[in-house]
Every structure is written in C-alpha cells, then in structure tokens.
T-cell receptor, first 115, second 112 residues
Framework: KAGVTQTPRYLIKTRGQQVTLSCSPISGHRSVSWYQQTPGQGLQFLFEYFSETQRNKGNFPGRFSGRQFSNSRSEMNVSTLELGDSALYLC??????????????FGPGTRLTVT | SQKIEQNSEALNIQEGKTATLTCNYTNYSPAYLQWYRQDPGRGPVFLLLIRENEKEKRKERLKVTFDTTLKQSLFHITASQPADSATYLCALDEGGYSTLTFGKGTMLLVSP
C-alpha cells in the first residue's frame, strides 16, 4: 500500500499570504489528522477529520482551517501567514474504530517557511 | 495543567547497550500510550502501543512498560545499534474519540 503523501514538500511564503497544503491518506483510512511541528513546541495537534467532518480541533487560531473530501483526501489552509507559522506540517492517517485507539501513519510533511 | 515530559537532553549510549527512555505525564488519564520514532526531516513512525491494563509490551528489541500509578512509561531498546539513533516520541490517548497528545521527544544517539 502506498503511504501517506503530502504536497508540496517545501514552500516559501511571505507574511500576509495564504497557503493550502494537501494530504492523501493511506487507502482505506478515513481519519486524517494534521499537526504542526516546531523545535520549541514539538508536535502540536491542529485538527482531525473523519468522513468529511471535523471531529477535533486543537488550540490554534481561526486562521488555520481544513477540510476533508469524500475520497478522504484532506487539505489545510492557513490565511494571513505570520512568521511564527514557519514549521513542519504533518498529516497522519489512521483506521478508526469506536472506542479503540489507533496508530497513526504520518506523511513526510510540508516544510513551510514564512519570510 | 496537563504535561507530558520526556528528557530534553540527548541520551548517548554505546552500541550493544540497552537504551531506556522515559515518558512522564501529569493530569492525564490515558487509556493508551504510543511510542513513535522520528528521523530528521521525516514524519514520525509508529513503534508500539500499550493499553492502560497492560504492564509491558515487547516487539523484537523493543520493550515498553506502562505504570499508571507512577504516571510513567519506559521505552527500552536492547542491543542498541547506530541505526537506532533518532528522536523517540511518546503519545497519550485518553480513549474514545480523543486525539493523541505528543511529548517533545528524546533524541537517542548510539555510537559504534
């Protein structure tokens, strides 16, 4: 099975611009989570989607948004970019069951640099 | 407040020794605990999962313990190899539809 893919892998944007990142989960995985990783804060949860519905959201401002399509592919959008948004953005997919935990399969990430 | 603590300092050990990494948490009631490995510039890779009612889990050279009284998990790599050098992350899951919360990770360096 193909792994989780993320595009683009690298991105340089200017403050104030917006950006859209894309994630294709492993075939059959319906849950997609997004994380932001920085050296200072580590891996921080952004949001999770399941069957096109956002089920959980982390403590990030409304500039961060996402969506999931019927084929489970997901996008996240960051508007009005700030310097502090520079980070590695990771997408993870998983099988999900009711009341059970799940291991997450991560993509390679998108390295976003805001100048 | 809720906290997950992993040693921020790198752990340096010699090849062949056992590496032990610690994950402590406060104000969580995890139903599950997971360990991941992350190499520079890459996404984390799942290693092991342990449930709250399990004391120990093994997979090849890896062993995880989970003590809900001490609020601690230990991750052991026996007969360590230079290829084991990476950052190791623990993640808590409180169950249901909750999300995984990750520690900041501990870097392991295995020298030949």
């Amino acid at each position: 099975k193909a792994g989780v893919t993320q595009t683009p892998r690298y991105l340089i944007k200017t403050r104030g611009q917006q950006v859209t990142l894309s994630c294709s989960p492993i075939s059959g995985h319906r849950s997609v989570s997004w994380y932001q990783q920085t050296p200072g804060q580590g891996l921080q949860f952004l949001f999770e989607y399941f069957s096109e519905t956002q089920r959980n959201k982390g403590n990030f401002p409304g500039r961060f948004s996402g969506r999931q399509f019927s084929n489970s592919r997901s996008e996240m959008n960051v508007s009005t970019l700030e310097l502090g948004d520079s980070a590695l953005y990771l997408c993870a997919s998983s099988l999900i069951g009711q009341g059970t935990t799940y291991e997450q399969y991560f993509g390679p990430g998108t390295r976003l640099t805001v100048t | 407040s809720q906290k997950i603590e992993q040693n921020s300092e790198a752990l340096n050990i010699q090849e062949g020794k056992t590496a032990t990494l610690t994950c402590n948490y406060t104000n969580y009631s995890p139903a599950y605990l997971q360990w991941y490995r992350q190499d520079p510039g890459r996404g984390p890779v799942f290693l092991l999962l342990i449930r709250e009612n399990e004391k120990e889990k093994r997979k090849e050279r890896l062993k995880v313990t989970f003590d809900t009284t001490l609020k601690q998990s230990l991750f052991h790599i026996t007969a360590s190899q230079p290829a084991d050098s990476a950052t190791y992350l623990c993640a808590l899951d409180e169950g249901g539809y909750s999300t995984l919360t990750f520690g900041k990770g501990t870097m392991l360096l295995v020298s030949p």
